[in-house]
Antibody, heavy 115, light 108 residues
Framework: QLQLVESGGGVVQPGRSLRLSCAAS????????FHWVRQAPGKGLEWVAV????????YFADSVRGRFTISRDDSQNTLYLQMNSLRAEDTAVYYC????????WGQGTLVTVSS | EIVLTQSPGTLSLSPGERATLSCRAS???????LAWYQQKPGQAPRLLIS???TRATGIPDRFSGSGSGTDFTLTISRLEPEDFAVFYC?????????FGQGTKLEIK
């Protein structure tokens, strides 16, 4: 059964770091690019980052560039988002999603940045 | 950055009626790389349409997408009770892959 399962969310103080994981199963992970998308409480969707199927190409939203890093471990079928220098405005549910046309989305993990 | 503007912000209709949602881009969307999503409270977004007009797997044919360049439309031909939700468009032709602000489709 096709699944994307995020983990690693929680409460973190401003300025600290957090790493999110997204475990994939039920499909060929290496075929696809993957995205991170976030949604602040009560707000709309915001695209965060993408990594290509070969891991060589990465793009980021202006709001996170230089602070967040996206990576993948094809041996573990896992996508990561390393978030550094966290700010209150990074508080959101973070979703991992497969290449757009696949429609593969996880259920999200909540990150709360607060002192 | 390509800015996507969705209209209307809120659409109030009754089951059985036709819904037309608009997504306008600030510049041309490359290769019609435009997707539509439906999101219900507490759930992840669900892909409805990609490539501006290709229905995703399992999406009923009452949902259709059209448009190119800077103007795109999602049409729901005959609303069912389960269709009421928030809808987002996203362009994925040019990084950053921006979303529109959403259209809330509510029961009249």
């Amino acid at each position: 059964q096709l699944q994307l399962v995020e983990s690693g969310g929680g409460v973190v103080q401003p300025g600290r770091s957090l790493r999110l994981s997204c475990a994939a199963s039920g499909f060929t992970f290496t075929k696809y690019s993957f995205h991170w998308v976030r949604q602040a409480p009560g707000k709309g969707l915001e695209w965060v980052a993408v990594i290509s199927s070969d891991g060589r190409t990465k793009y980021f939203a202006d709001s996170v560039r230089g602070r967040f890093t996206i990576s993948r471990d094809d041996s573990q079928n896992t996508l990561y988002l390393q978030m550094n220098s966290l700010r209150a405005e990074d508080t959101a549910v973070y979703y991992c999603a497969g290449q757009i046309a696949t429609g593969y989305w996880g259920q999200g993990t909540l990150v709360t940045v607060s002192s | 950055e390509i800015v996507l503007t969705q209209s209307p912000g809120t659409l109030s209709l009754s089951p059985g009626e036709r819904a037309t949602l608009s997504c306008r881009a600030s510049q041309s969307v490359s290769s019609s790389a435009l997707a539509w999503y439906q999101q219900k409270p507490g759930q992840a977004p669900r892909l409805l349409i990609s490539g501006a007009s290709t229905r995703a797997t399992g999406i009923p044919d009452r949902f259709s997408g059209s448009g190119s360049g800077t103007d795109f439309t999602l049409t729901i031909s005959r609303l069912e009770p389960e269709d009421f939700a928030v809808f987002y468009c996203q362009q994925y032709g040019t990084s950053p892959y921006t979303f529109g602000q959403g259209t809330k489709l509510e029961i009249k």
